[in-house]
């Protein structure tokens, strides 16, 4: 992975195969003001981009990646063991065409993958913020990306596509920018969480927040993070991302013991498999960041915050069956609300065996639909 | 709460006004053979009655309790500030009428309100069991209340009643001694988990087994206990007792803060709910009581352990519509199941928005339910 900074340097000649990471200085004439009114001097975003920018810069499609996602959605990094997280979506031929349109994916503000967040230094103290970064909002997860998109030369997107936080950041800048976003695709996404969302998201938190090595935010000071804490907030997501039926079809009732050998540990396969849900992420992923990548979510309430906007934007929804996380009742209520504004959308519920995270994969049906909502 | 050893004492005269707690040596004529092969040498278990024993003694019924709930069904303790946890269901002219019933309920073996469990002194080293305590079966919670109705001189029961592993240790009692119950009242039980369900069950687990605290299980040893992980394991397993609408309708999006001002601790009132449950349940569980008495559910499957049995007992059965940790078709597959061995068996789906926690409270129909079944 090579990084430049500030230049966006030369599209990718239309190949995804490796792919290279780039990082633009946002703040180059200004701090970055954020919607509770902190302010941070110095952002940078990393991104990447597949297939090429047309000289009339009017093929560009935004990805915004879903809560523990990252800048790097298709194509290989060199040494990788796995492909981008939307690998099977963007590409050649594929629903977001590379061969049509350029593809920008963008790091969160907030997370540790490249973009600004709390373990980047604090240009005021030169150590890492650690607890001092400022909670953030789902405005200020756009206000970072129109800042890249402005970098980049793009007045306007052809389409905008996110995944469960992605959907729901692509709807926070239609409303934000009403005239730049040609298209949206919202992909198991959610206007306003439920209280019982909010309740599996608040005992994740608790779970990083009163982990004894969590040490107030400053654990890196101690040389240590909140290892337990992440794990079981994972842990516990993960049911949360897939279906009962899922699970039931993929690890059954099997376990290492037989008969009467029981134990108190790990025994059933479900467990080994959440344990290693959870263990591989403590190798990707920081837990400060966990909480202000999550914590946007639960106050998301775009609706309420932009009353009175009526977007140009064209928005293809998208739900599965069999998501508990964010039913389809999530994608309707985001139909029935820009509908009554006036908005064009269309909404299509996708059966899919596989709940939340049917987004990652390709269910019958899904992928065309995507394609066909690009238009 | 006073206690008397061996003997059971006299009845209370009618009274479920204050209650006292009465607790049996059950091993004074030889060790517990646990269903693992593992014994236990020394086993008392803490027991409640109500009501008053027919001098031909056919009139007791045996009350089940569920995972954290305890002897204490009913009336109240001196100076306590809630009654029994199922007093809505049991005492005079209530469904569970104890001028006509003799009601006996008592604590689970690995529990830790005063049966033998972790926390009791083993007899072989003078301290307490910690981790040396063995992995427990439901058949061995089954095997330690026979003891007591044994110890009781109750040769046949009018009914056992349980709700949840309450209900799942009826059944289990059921079919190990099939000729012992006139009538089970199932209430949300299962005769099976989901791997959704074990799912849940192993994140609980892990919090507590991954704490640091807690050493092993030698906690006591250290003067700690994982008090981190069995709040945690408590605030999410809370979630799947209640139900999204209910969670809604009682907390919606109220919280601390307004407008912009967001942050990352609890500010949700659903989120300082669920940090009052965690807090509170710490000063009355053991984290190692919490994996003994869960685990036991996750290897249920009472049908393939007990494949030619078939119970005279009649089985009233019932669900809540709104529960999603044992929903209906849990229910519906016990029904299935006895039915297919000629089992007397009814089954009803009672309309509650309160989830899998409605069998404690008293949703239209459902006390008339347990009444008719009790005969």
Chains 1, 2 share one sequence.
Not at 247 to 257: S, V, Y
Not at 298 to 314: E, I
Not at 320 to 334: E, K, Q, V, Y
Not at 348 to 359: C, K, Q
Request: with cysteine.
């Amino acid at each position: 992975m090579t990084t430049s900074h500030a230049a966006p340097g030369p599209a990718l000649a239309g190949s995804v195969g490796l792919v290279t990471t780039r990082r633009a200085v946002l703040t180059q004439h200004g701090p970055l003001v954020l919607a509770s009114g902190a302010r941070l001097d110095h952002v940078e975003v990393a991104y990447e981009t597949y297939g090429e920018l047309t000289p009339a810069r009017d093929n560009a499609v935004f990805v915004c990646h879903a809560l523990t996602g990252d800048a790097h959605a298709a194509g290989w990094h060199d040494g990788a063991r796995r492909p981008g997280w939307w690998d099977n979506l963007i590409g050649p031929g594929r629903a977001l065409d590379t061969e049509r349109f350029f593809v920008v994916s963008a790091n969160l503000l907030g997370g540790c993958s490249g973009t600004t967040g709390p373990s980047s230094p604090d240009p005021a103290t030169g150590r890492a913020y650690g607890p001092d970064f400022p909670a953030l909002d789902m405005a200020d997860f756009v206000t970072v990306h129109r800042g890249l998109l402005d970098h980049l030369g793009i007045e306007r997107l052809h389409a905008a596509v996110g995944g469960s936080l992605g959907g729901m950041q692509v709807l926070e800048w239609a409303l934000q920018e009403p005239e730049r976003i040609d298209r949206a695709v919202l992909v198991a996404a959610s206007s306003r969480l439920t209280t019982e969302n909010i309740a599996f998201s608040a005992v994740a938190r608790a779970a990083i927040l009163e982990d004894p090595d969590f040490h107030g935010g400053r654990y890196a000071e101690h040389g240590v993070s909140p290892r337990h804490g992440l794990k079981i907030a994972r842990m516990m997501a993960h049911i949360t991302y897939v279906s009962g039926t899922s699970l039931a079809e993929k690890f059954g009732h099997a376990r290492d013991t037989s008969g009467s050998d029981k134990r108190l540990a790990a025994d059933f396969e479900v467990e080994h498999y959440l344990q290693h849900q959870g263990e591989s992420f403590l190798e990707r992923f920081d837990a400060l960041s966990y909480l202000h990548l999550t914590r946007p979510m639960d106050y998301f309430d775009p609706f309420v915050d932009h009353p009175d906007v009526v977007p140009s934007t064209r928005f293809g929804l998208v739900s599965f069956d069999s998501d508990w996380r964010f039913p389809t009742a999530h994608s309707l209520r985001i139909r029935d609300r820009l509908a009554a504004r006036g908005v064009a959308v269309e909404h299509t519920e996708v059966v899919s065996p596989w709940g939340h995270d049917s987004f990652l994969l390709e269910p019958p049906g899904y992928h065309d639909l995507v394609r066909s909502f690009l238009g």
